[in-house]
């Protein structure tokens, strides 16, 4: 494809691309109010990561398990185990080097965006050239389903950057039969199996690649290729470890199967004077408010069921898909360019789209037929299949017709989708919860006790603000939907494996002496629809307690539109007995029972069951 000049140069078209992937993923970047379901629970996992590289508490062995169990009962909101760490060890170096904050999580994934897109900027330069690798990597890195992954601390994009990274090495190696390409291979793919288990699928387009390239037999003759696969199952076998050890639904959660909730019986229906918000007012919620709590966003370990922000399971088996992706992936025009790009390719036979069509259906193998079904956050990793797709009916064009006036209307164009993409992308609001923040630098700087509780369908974001604040980790978040219930996971009405682990205002009471409690921080309509929950609104109503400060949450997130954070304290602090925290955490099938010393993080000694 001739070009106009500037971008007959790989490094000025990788310059701005650079700039415009910072423009897309950096939007808001200094916000604390953004949120998203899981993205809380990936926040507080590289602050752990954080702590464990300064503290590297690896021998013997098991002080690694007592030290995360306790991390867990003191943060209560960590996603370590049920996600890999290689993300979040990233995250930890950012924020060493730039302080805890979401910026600094946020500029992590600035790091992961801009290896997917010099990745796949090559990967299309060795084929087609800087023109259209140019335009194919713009088009990419604008879409509003690409960078909305850059705007909460997910692992979509991360995880899209290791799978292109390891397709680019790949590439190398094939071309060159260099075998330091091959191990790097290896690498590159168990890190991105570290980053998200789904990742796996890359081993399809891998072998697909090796099979139509024809050198599959050849690379079976050769002992690298055993040395390599040697390599990656050395990185791999210990994940698959902790996966299966930590049980079947973590296993399902793992690769995207989230599990079937049921109705939970109405706290109303449940307790005398049950359903009450935390003044006192009867709760009837509307069918809106019923709407939005079944989608809402809940759970364990960072499980989250379908929420407003994410439309959750697509149906199962896949169709053909071109529905779901202008859905979710691409705009209508984009996609209809995609379309012909991929007639044009397939009427003539133009064989250097093979590694991405195989991308493409590697994809669809994986998430289609052998899971038999995907999340919208799935789709991103056939989107630079697509991207491509979109570029090939300009090249081709150019290749017809050389002269500049051609090219100059071709890249108009092109420069017009990219900024419909941007525009697109900015029009979208992102997720936001805002206040949460600001009660957790409250309680956080007046407590005189080392123990806080909340009951929040919040309670993540809530946890890493904590941690955020608390430098000196000596404070524990103790989550009411720990102690007084447990859950799986849950979404309004619905939940899995719940659980109501106490039963009157008396034993909240016992619950708060026995642990020091002085700050209690609850939203004001109950995250769970169990009658313990209302119950501890309904007592924090009593003279035992003061309504401390009452800050509203600014919020587009369904379940908690309305709502308030509400800060009480306890007037009849007690001073801290210590024993021991159980946590049950069933999405594993676990139970953490860890030592609590007043004053003092966890001590080592957490056992599980």
Not at 71 to 81: E, V
Not at 332 to 344: K, R
Not at 484 to 492: E, F, R, T, V
């Amino acid at each position: 494809m001739n070009r106009p000049r500037l971008l007959s140069s790989a490094p000025a078209a990788l310059a701005i691309l650079c700039g415009l992937t910072a423009l897309m993923v950096l939007r808001q970047v200094g916000s604390t109010a953004l949120a998203y379901p899981d993205a809380d629970r990936l926040l507080l996992d590289g602050v752990f990561m954080l702590d464990f590289m300064r503290e590297l508490p690896l021998w013997p062995p098991s002080r690694v398990y007592d030290f995360t169990a306790s991390y867990y009962a003191q943060y209560p909101g960590l996603s370590i185990g049920y996600k890999p760490v290689f993300f979040p060890t990233v995250e930890a170096f950012f924020n060493a080097v730039l302080g805890i904050s979401q910026a600094s999580s946020r500029l992590a994934l600035l790091f992961f965006a801009l290896i997917a897109v010099v990745a796949f900027f090559d990967l299309v330069r060795e084929r087609f050239g800087v023109a259209t690798a140019f335009w194919s990597a713009a088009l990419l890195i604008s879409l509003p389903a690409v960078a909305k992954w850059g705007w909460y601390t997910m692992t979509e994009l991360p995880t899209l950057a290791m799978v292109l990274l390891s397709g680019w090495l790949f590439r190398r190696y094939l071309r060159s039969s260099n075998h330091l390409y091959l191990y790097g291979t290896a690498v590159a793919f168990g890190l991105a199996c570290w980053t998200k288990q789904v990742a796996v699928f890359a081993v399809l387009w891998l072998l697909l690649e090796a099979i139509f390239a024809g050198r599959l037999l050849w690379m079976l003759r050769q002992m690298q290729t055993y040395i390599a696969a040697g390599l990656a199952l050395v990185l791999l076998v210990p994940l698959l470890v902790v996966t299966l050890w930590l049980g079947d639904q973590n296993i399902a959660q793992s690769i995207g199967r989230i599990a079937k909730l049921v109705p939970t019986e109405p706290a109303a229906q449940s307790v005398p004077g049950g359903g009450r918000s935390a003044t006192g007012e009867g709760v009837s919620a509307s069918p809106q408010q019923q709407a939005d709590r079944q989608q809402a966003d809940g759970g364990e370990l960072g499980a989250r069921a379908g929420s407003a922000e994410q439309p959750g399971i697509i149906a199962q088996r896949w169709p053909l898909a071109f529905e779901q992706l202008a859905r979710n992936g691409l705009p209508p025009w984009t996609l209809a360019l995609a379309a012909l790009g991929a007639l044009l390719a397939l009427v003539r036979r133009d064989g250097r789209v093979r590694y991405f069509v195989l991308l493409a259906i590697a994809v669809y193998l994986f998430f289609g037929l052998l899971l038999g079904q995907a999340r919208d956050r799935d789709y991103i990793y056939w989107l630079p299949a697509f991207a491509l797709f979109a570029v090939l009916p300009f090249f081709y064009l150019s290749e017809r017709w050389s002269a500049a006036r051609v090219q100059y209307a071709a890249a108009g164009v092109l420069a017009a989708i990219v900024l419909s993409h941007v525009a697109l992308s900015y029009a979208r609001q992102p997720s936001f919860s805002q206040g949460y923040d600001i009660a957790a630098g409250l309680v956080a700087s007046q407590t005189q006790s080392p123990t806080l509780m909340v009951d929040a369908y919040n309670n993540g974001y809530f946890t890493y603000f904590v941690r955020q604040y608390d430098e000196d980790r000596e404070l524990f978040v103790l989550r009411a939907d720990k102690l007084l219930s447990s859950s799986g996971m849950y979404a309004g009405e619905r939940a899995q494996d719940v659980e109501q682990r106490l039963e009157s205002k008396e034993d909240i009471g016992a619950l708060m002496d026995r642990f020091g409690v002085q700050f209690i921080v609850v939203e004001s309509e109950s995250p769970l629809p169990l009658p313990i929950h209302d119950l501890l609104r309904e007592y924090l109503q009593s003279d035992r307690f003061r309504l401390a400060a009452t800050i509203p949450i600014r919020t587009n997130r369904g379940p908690l539109r309305g709502q308030d954070l509400l800060v009480y304290e306890n007037l009849e602090l007690k001073t801290p007995e210590g024993g021991v925290l159980e946590l049950p955490i069933p999405i594993v099938g676990q139970t953490i029972r860890v030592p609590y010393k007043p004053k003092a993080v966890p001590v080592d000694g957490a056992t599980a069951e």
